[in-house]
């Protein structure tokens, strides 16, 4: 959500720069407002649009998630903690939610409280003033006061306005009430709540208001002529209703940058091909949309082991007293969890089914299909099963199809030559894997000071996550690295470094880079701090 958020407020600020620098000025008033609505709604479509095509254009980065490397001993949770904690209703983990969060969506609460408020003021308003009709128009006077606006089909005029003056103004009003400006306004209230936070929608609306009364004084001064209409302008400063979705006729701030923009000669043809800036930034933006992954942070937010919900069960057979408790959790935790799914492996020649937890943007093996598992108490998970392995119609389950993008998120097995070790190599494609990654966790615990927490002062268990690729020439390249303290991303950074040259990736008979991600856990125990 975050990442969605960041790249909204990207895409606005390039629009408004855009616009501030080149369009601002000029008296295409229209096509001005079709680009800053347009570019403000767009800000919100364009981060969900992917094109293949441009995927296409970039080469594959193949991704490969290595097991997590354990160095030392770890203290795991047991599952006879699993089942004490489910027999006490207590969930072992439970999405936690972010202090940003909480601020984010108070604010929204308190936003969508102010909207409500203006539209109960607006309504009062209409509601507590004598009201007649013009045509489609509803006219509202409002005692005791000078303003005058318009919210869609009704314009409010103060009596306090002279009989003179009230044609011009009406006029001027009903160009906003024809042109569905108040729609304009509305839209960015909607902004104004969803990002109320961000001062790009408070421009955009800003902006947006401006135009609307060049538009209308564009179309008034033609219907009144520039003498008598500059002198409406300048009789008198009204009083208006702070009311920010609703098009006021005066207001002190824009009087002189409404009169220096109809004295403005109007802007040549040839300056139209300014809206031509918009291309390459909505063009930028779709390619970043189309080619960047969100990263994901996949730590657990307790450091729970995802391997104690793993179990094995023979098919048709009764599940052990010891297994259940396995299931129980496994269960429980999925269910509570939505950022995890689980992996059904069948292997039919065995008769066995293989159940794991993965978080759900790990990418999932092809050939295999979502299915929807549904508990008795109404709560749900995401399952993913090699059905074309086994006949699925023995599972009572809800099956959901799912079409794997392979362009999107290569996973292990669609790279037919991975890398590997020169001692790996002739092995079947699951033992390479294994080979391959019992290498890499060999030589991470052989070299890796672990002594370095402990002079450092921390204690208890310390989570590495490492990234790094192996290019084309087999050698490690790009590596990057993040851990509680800077120190330890250094050593985990050396390490990998150090690591022996690979024999390179291939796909489609091409060698290929390939990035790799490896989880390195340790513990740092009282035992250990005594003994240094």
Not at 318 to 326: A, P, R
Not at 399 to 414: F, G, L, M, N, T
Not at 499 to 509: H, Y
């Amino acid at each position: 959500m975050l990442h969605y958020i960041l790249q909204i407020i990207a895409f606005q600020v390039v629009s408004l720069l855009v616009y501030d620098l080149f369009l601002k000025r000029e008296t295409f008033f229209n096509y001005n407002r079709i680009y800053l609505m347009g570019t403000a709604v767009l800000s919100f479509v364009l981060p969900f649009i992917k094109l293949e095509t441009i995927k296409s254009v970039v080469p594959e980065d193949f991704v490969v998630v290595l097991p997590e490397v354990i160095i030392g001993k770890i203290t795991p949770i047991t599952k006879l903690d699993a089942q004490i904690a489910m027999q006490s209703g207590v969930v072992l983990e439970e999405p936690s939610i972010l202090l940003w969060q909480i601020i984010f969506f108070t604010g929204t609460i308190v936003s969508t409280v102010f909207f409500l408020f203006k539209i109960l003021k607006l309504y009062r308003l209409k509601s507590n003033n004598p009201k007649r009709w013009q045509g489609d128009v509803l006219i509202v006077k409002l005692l005791k006061s000078s303003a005058a606006f318009s919210f869609f089909n009704t314009v409010f005029l103060g009596e306090k306005i002279s009989e003179n003056e009230q044609p011009t103004i009406l006029k001027h009003e009903l160009v906003h009430v024809k042109q569905w400006h108040s729609l304009d306004l509305l839209v960015c209230e909607v902004m104004r709540i969803i990002l109320w936070f961000n001062p790009l929608v408070y421009m955009y609306q800003s902006r947006i208001k401006v135009l609307h009364e060049y538009i209308a004084d564009d179309i008034a001064v033609k219907q009144n002529g520039e003498k008598s209409y500059y002198q409406e302008l300048l009789n008198q400063v009204f009083e208006t209703q702070n009311l920010s979705f609703t098009n006021t006729f005066f207001k002190s701030s824009l009087i002189k940058k409404r009169i220096v923009m109809l004295q403005k000669s109007k802007s040549k043809h040839i300056k139209l091909l300014k809206y031509a800036f918009l291309i390459p930034v909505i063009f930028g933006m779709l390619f970043y949309t189309s080619c960047v992954e969100e990263i994901v942070d996949k730590q657990d937010v307790q450091e729970l082991n995802l391997d104690e919900f793993s179990y094995s069960m023979i098919m048709d057979s009764k599940m052990s007293d010891e297994t259940k408790v396995i299931h129980d959790s496994y269960e429980e935790f999925l269910k509570s969890n939505k950022d995890y799914v689980s992996w059904a492996i069948i292997d039919k020649e065995k008769k066995i089914v293989n159940y794991t937890v993965h978080h759900k943007n790990e990418a999932v093996p092809e050939g295999y299909t979502e299915a929807t598992i549904s508990a008795p108490d109404g709560r749900s998970y995401i399952s993913y099963m090699n059905f074309n392995y086994f006949d699925s119609n023995s599972f009572d389950i809800i099956k959901e199809e799912k079409i794997y993008d392979q362009k999107s998120e290569v996973p292990y097995a669609v790279i037919e030559n991975p890398p590997t070790f020169e001692e790996c190599k002739d092995l079947p494609f699951t033992e390479k894997k294994k080979c391959t990654s019992n290498k890499v966790a060999m030589f991470v615990n052989k070299n890796f000071n672990t002594d370095l927490a402990i002079q450092l002062g921390l204690a208890g268990r310390q989570r590495i996550s490492v990234g790094f690729k192996i290019g084309t020439d087999g050698k490690v390249h790009s590596v990057i690295s993040r851990a509680p303290h800077p120190e330890l991303e250094d050593e985990a950074k050396r390490v990998i470094n150090m690591l022996p040259d690979f024999i390179p990736g291939e796909k489609d008979g091409k060698k290929v880079d390939v990035t790799y991600g490896l989880p390195i856990v340790f513990q740092v125990g009282s035992d250990s701090k005594k003994k240094n």
